[in-house]
C-alpha cells in the first residue's frame, strides 16, 4: 500500500482501471539533456495526471523545468526514462511522422512568440493544421476557419497578414489555430508572457471560455495572478514538481522545504469508510488528505460515535497525537461518500524535523491543534 510519491516504477493501486483513467498522465519521467558541456537533468522524476475538463496552470522560475515538462506532452521532446500517455496514447513510443499527425490531432499548441507563418493570411493559417492531418473537406476548411476566428473575435482580420496585426491579436489566431482539428487538449507555454496584462486578461478569457466548453488546458505562465485563475497550480522546481497539497495544507513552507517534503511523503489509498488512524492507537504519522475527504470520529461514552469534522483535499490530520507524544485522540476514516481516499503521510521524526525548521508551520499547526482539543472536549 506504501509507495514513494516519487517512487519508480509507481505500482498502480487496485482500480486500475479509475486510475488509467487520466486523459494526461505523466509517469516517473525523467529527462537528461547531453550537450559538450556534459550532461544535465531537467526533470528528475516527475509524475502529474491531468483529468478532462482541468484547466491546469504550471508555474515556476525560469529554467525549473516547466517547457521540458510540457514538451513531453506535445512529443516535441521526448523522455529520457517513463512513460507519458496522453489520451490513452503512449506518446513516448511513436515515430516523428506517427507522432506529428498524432499531435495535430489530438493537441492545439500556443507558444509565447504565436509562431503563426508570416507569408500566409490570418484564414490560411488557421486552415493549415486542418491541411495537414487531412481534416474536414477542403472546402469545409475555410468556413471552419472563418468559425473559429468568429470565436476568437478577429473575423476581419482574416485576410491580413500576421504583421499587419497586434500581438494580441496574433495570439487570438493561435489560438483558433490551436482549434482548428476541434482537439480535446491544449497546451500552451507562456501564451501570456508577450503581452500587455490587459490583452493577457482578455487572452485568458479565452481560455476559461474554452475549458467550459470541455477543453482541457495546460498553460505554463509566468503570472500567478493568471495562474490562481486556473482550477489548479502545477509548482515546478528545479525539475520536480511540488505536491499542490502540501503547499495548500502547510504554507508556510517555503519553497525549498516543499520540495524537499514532497519527497518524503508516502501515498496512501483507502477504500470508502477504511479507518486511516483508530483512535488509542499509538500516534506515528502525519497525514494530508490528497483526494477525496475523511471523517474524524468521536467514540462517545455510551458506545455511539460522533463525527467531528469532515475534512477534504489539502486538510491535514494525524497532529494532535504526534504533539504530545500520544495516542490518537479520534478515529479518521476514508469517508463513505465519494470513493478511493489518498492521503499523504510523514512520518513522525520528519514531521518534527520539519516543524524545528519551519517556524510559521510549528505556530499554525500547534493553533489547530489547540482548536480541534477545543472541539474534541465539547
Ligand atoms: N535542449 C536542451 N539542451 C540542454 N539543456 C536544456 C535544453 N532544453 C532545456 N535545457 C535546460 O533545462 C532546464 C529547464 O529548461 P526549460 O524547461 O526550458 O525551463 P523553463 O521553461 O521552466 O524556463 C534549463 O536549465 C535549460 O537550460
Ligand atoms: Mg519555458
Redesign the pocket.
Known amino acids: 500500500m506504501f509507495t514513494k510519491w516519487f517512487g519508480r516504477n509507481t505500482p498502480r493501486h487496485s482500480a486500475g482501471a479509475e486510475s488509467d483513467d487520466h486523459l494526461i498522465d505523466l509517469r516517473n519521467i525523467v529527462k537528461t539533456?547531453q550537450?559538450a558541456a556534459g550532461s544535465?537533468t531537467?526533470l528528475k522524476g516527475v509524475s502529474l495526471a491531468v483529468d478532462r475538463g482541468e484547466f491546469v496552470a504550471v508555474i515556476?522560475k525560469?529554467?525549473?523545468?516547466?517547457?521540458?515538462l510540457i514538451n513531453m506532452v506535445t512529443g516535441i521532446d521526448r523522455p529520457t526514462t517513463g512513460e507519458v500517455i496522453v489520451a490513452g496514447t503512449p506518446v513516448h513510443t511513436l515515430s516523428e511522422g506517427k507522432m506529428s499527425v498524432w499531435r495535430g490531432r489530438h493537441l492545439g499548441i500556443i507558444f509565447q512568440f504565436f509562431q503563426l507563418l508570416p507569408t500566409l493570411t490570418v484564414v490560411e493559417n488557421v486552415m493549415l493544421p486542418m491541411d495537414f492531418c487531412k481534416m474536414y473537406t477542403p472546402s469545409e476548411r475555410r468556413k471552419r476557419a472563418m468559425m473559429l476566428l468568429e470565436q476568437v473575435e478577429m473575423t476581419e482580420n482574416a485576410d491580413k497578414l500576421p504583421s499587419a496585426i497586434s500581438g494580441g491579436q496574433q495570439q487570438r489566431v493561435a489560438i483558433a489555430r490551436a482549434l482548428a482539428n476541434d482537439p480535446p487538449i491544449l497546451i500552451a507555454d507562456e501564451p501570456t508572457g508577450n503581452l500587455d496584462s490587459k490583452t493577457a486578461g482578455a487572452v485568458f478569457a479565452l481560455f476559461d471560455g474554452l475549458v467550459k466548453q470541455g477543453k482541457t488546458i495546460v498553460m505554463?505562465t509566468h503570472d500567478n495572478d493568471l495562474a490562481r485563475r486556473a482550477s489548479r497550480s502545477v509548482i515546478?522546481s528545479d525539475g520536480e514538481i511540488v505536491n499542490q497539497y502540501l503547499a495548500k495544507a502547510l504554507p508556510k513552507l517555503s519553497l525549498d522545504q516543499l520540495i524537499s517534503v514532497t519527497r518524503q511523503l508516502d501515498k496512501l489509498t483507502y477504500q470508502p469508510g477504511e479507518p486511516i488512524i483508530r483512535q488509542g492507537a499509538p500516534a506515528d504519522a502525519f497525514y494530508i488528505v490528497t483526494k477525496g475527504s475523511v471523517e474524524v470520529v468521536l467514540d462517545q461514552p455510551g458506545g455511539g460515535e460522533l463525527i467531528a469534522e469532515v475534512l477534504g483535499e489539502g486538510a491535514y490530520f494525524g497532529e494532535l497525537g504526534l504533539l504530545d507524544g500520544g495516542t490518537r485522540r479520534a478515529t479518521v476514516r476514508a469517508a463513505h461518500t465519494n470513493g478511493i481516499v489518498e492521503v499523504a503521510a510523514l512520518d513522525h521524526a520528519e514531521f518534527h524535523a520539519l516543524l524545528a525548521d519551519s517556524e510559521g508551520t510549528r505556530v499554525d499547526v500547534a493553533r489547530m491543534a489547540e482548536q480541534r482539543i477545543g472541539v474534541a472536549a465539547l
Open positions: 539533456y550537450s544535465f531537467a515556476g525560469s529554467g525549473s523545468g516547466k517547457s521540458t505554463v515546478v
